[in-house]
């Protein structure tokens, strides 16, 4: 029934109580049934390790017949699936948690410190519906993550297409030597010496601008679906990339 991105965000959710998350955690691959050790696996994947200390036969054998015993383990019945599509329901018809989750995702792969605390409070943003700051820090997040392949992969590259560009560019060497680019003039380079395809470097260009309005002090408002959009665009295009 559930799928572990959107598992993880389930059992981070304050109002479940013990025995509902566990209720959760039966519903993945949920007509296989699980022994317990199976359950506080699933748990632990899930990013809830919470579970590996808790009497799991105890909490589901009170169940009232929505979690019962067979042979393999425990299982869910047609009243328990349907007990979890009620807890699931109105977090997964909402785009946040399988946005966050999938942004989550992305965090293991990346090695720069720096990128990943760009990303995490991005999520954090929205997650608790501070749309503008979630715009701000996820392009900044892609950024650094752009930054980081053009100095370990494209620099000398780069660096010849900025100076035939403006020949006062002073080649960059580092990370920070890049920031001093406008993010404008950076996007077209990397175009230029194909890092990005047209197409992306204007949906980019469209994220950027964005950003640009959102960071500054003006009477611009943003919806969730426009900040979905934009982180996803991001996700595609960078986070899944570089």
Known sequence: MLDISVLKELLHQKQFTNTEKLLLCLSFEVDKPKAVSEIKEIAKKSGFRKAKDWNISSYLGKTNGLAIR??????????????????????????TPKISANLRSHLARIKDTDTVAFLDEAIRCYESKLYRAAIVMSWVGAASLLYDYVINNKLNAFNTEAVRRDPKWKAANKKDDLSKMKEYNFLQILCAISVLGKSVKDELEACLKLRNGCGHPNSLKVGESRVASHIETLMLNVFSKY
């Open 70 to 95: 067979v042979d393999k383990g425990w299982e869910l019945t047609n009243s328990g699936k349907k007990r979890v599509s009620q807890l699931s329901g109105a977090v997964t018809l909402n785009p």
